[in-house]
C-alpha cells in the first residue's frame, strides 16, 4: 500500500508539474506578446503625437502665409486702381492741354502770318501817304518781333504736354504689366499654399484618426495584459510556491 500510494503521489506530481510548466509558460509568453505589443503601440501613439503637433505647426504657418498673400495681393489691386486712375487723368489733362496749345499755336500762326502779309501790300500801296500824320501808323503788325518768342514758348509747353502724356503712357502700361506679373506669381504662391493646407488638413484627420485607433487599441492590450499578469498571479501559490517549476 505504501509503495502504491507513492506511485500515486508521484504520479499526481508529475501531472501537476507538468501543468504547471504548460500553462506557465503559456502565461509567460502571452504576458511578453501581450507586452509587446503594448510597448509598440506606446511608440506609435508617441510619433502620431510628435506628428500631430508637427502638422497643426505647418497649418498655422500656411494659414499666416495665405493671410499675409491675400492682403497684399488686395493692397496691390487697390494701389494699381488708384494708380491707373491717376495716370488716366494725367494722361486726359496732358492731352487736353496738348490739343489746346495747338489751336492756339495754329491761330496765332495763322494770326502773324497774315500780319505779315499786310505789312508787305502796305509797303506797296500809297494808303500810308494819305493817312500819315493823321494818326495812323499804316497796318497793324501784330507785334512781329515778338511773335518768335509767343510761339517758342507755346512750342515747349506743347512739347511738354506731348512728353507727359507719353511718358505717362509708358509708365502706365509698365505698370500694368508689373502688376499683372505680380498678380499671376502671387496668385499660383497662394494656390499652391491653399492646396498644401488643404492636404496638410486631410493628413491631420488621418492622422488624429490613427491615433485614435491606437489609443483604443493601447487600452485593449492593457486590458489583455493585465489578464495575462493576473493569471500568472493566479498560477504562483498553486505552481512556483510549491516548488512545481
Keep these: 500500500q505504501l509503495v502504491e500510494r507513492l506511485i500515486a503521489e508521484a504520479t499526481s506530481e508529475a501531472t501537476k508539474k507538468g501543468f504547471c510548466d504548460e500553462k506557465l509558460g503559456m502565461a509567460h509568453k502571452d504576458r511578453d506578446y501581450r507586452m509587446g505589443d503594448a510597448k509598440s503601440l506606446d511608440v506609435e501613439i508617441q510619433s502620431l503625437e510628435?506628428?500631430?503637433?508637427?502638422l497643426e505647426e505647418e497649418i498655422e504657418m500656411l494659414k499666416d502665409a495665405i493671410k499675409q498673400l491675400t492682403e497684399d495681393?488686395?493692397?496691390?489691386?487697390?494701389?494699381?486702381?488708384r494708380e491707373n486712375e491717376e495716370n488716366l487723368d494725367t494722361m486726359k489733362k496732358a492731352g487736353e492741354g496738348f490739343k489746346a496749345v495747338d489751336e492756339a499755336l495754329k491761330i496765332?500762326?495763322?494770326?502773324?502770318?497774315?500780319?505779315?502779309?499786310?505789312?508787305?501790300?502796305?509797303?506797296?500801296?500809297?494808303?500810308?501817304?494819305?493817312?500819315a500824320g493823321a494818326g495812323f501808323e499804316g497796318a497793324y503788325k501784330g507785334k512781329q518781333e515778338s511773335s518768335n518768342g509767343i510761339i517758342g514758348m507755346l512750342e515747349v509747353i506743347k512739347s511738354d504736354f506731348d512728353r507727359t502724356d507719353r511718358t505717362t503712357e509708358a509708365a502706365e502700361k509698365q505698370a500694368e504689366q508689373d502688376h499683372l506679373?505680380?498678380?499671376?506669381?502671387?496668385g499660383m504662391s497662394l494656390a499652391k499654399k491653399e492646396e498644401a493646407e488643404k492636404a496638410k488638413k486631410e493628413q491631420l484627420d488621418n492622422t488624429e484618426s490613427q491615433l485614435s485607433t491606437a489609443e483604443d487599441n493601447?487600452?485593449?492590450?492593457?486590458?489583455?495584459?493585465?489578464?495575462?499578469?493576473?493569471?500568472?498571479?493566479?498560477?504562483?501559490?498553486?505552481?512556483?510556491?510549491?516548488g512545481m517549476s
Design 50 to 54: 510628435t506628428k500631430l503637433i508637427e
Design 73 to 81: 495681393l488686395n493692397k496691390a489691386t487697390e494701389l494699381r486702381e
Design 108 to 131: 496765332l500762326k495763322v494770326f502773324y502770318k497774315q500780319s505779315a502779309k499786310a505789312k508787305v501790300l502796305l509797303q506797296a500801296s500809297p494808303v500810308d501817304e494819305d493817312t
Design 181 to 186: 506679373e505680380f498678380m499671376t506669381q502671387s
Design 218 to 242: 493601447l487600452h485593449s492590450q492593457t486590458k489583455i495584459l493585465q489578464g495575462s499578469i493576473q493569471e500568472l498571479l493566479e498560477l504562483k501559490p498553486v505552481c512556483i510556491d510549491t
